[in-house]
């Protein structure tokens, strides 16, 4: 069986629309809430995403 690591699933929303990103973070070198500028779809332009619970 394979170990457990720092290694997390992440959800991260769109602050302007309901698009959602799934990506991993590493509790260990950043143990705060990500928050993130990435490309929206559904608006066509870069916005701010930050972690869900």
Same mark, same amino acid.
């Given at each position: 069986?394979?170990? =457990?690591?720092? !290694?997390? %699933?992440?959800?991260? !929303? &769109?602050?302007? &629309?309901?698009?959602?990103?799934?990506?991993? *973070?590493? *509790? !260990?070198? &950043?143990?705060? =809430? /990500?928050? /993130? =500028? *990435?490309?929206?779809?559904?608006?066509? =332009? %870069?916005? /701010?995403? *930050?972690?869900?619970?």
């Amino acid at each position: 069986m394979a170990k =457990r690591g720092p !290694r997390v %699933h992440v959800k991260m !929303r &769109s602050t302007e &629309s309901p698009h959602r990103y799934y990506t991993e *973070k590493n *509790k !260990r070198n &950043s143990p705060d =809430r /990500l928050e /993130l =500028r *990435k490309y929206d779809p559904v608006l066509r =332009r %870069h916005v /701010l995403y *930050k972690e869900e619970k």
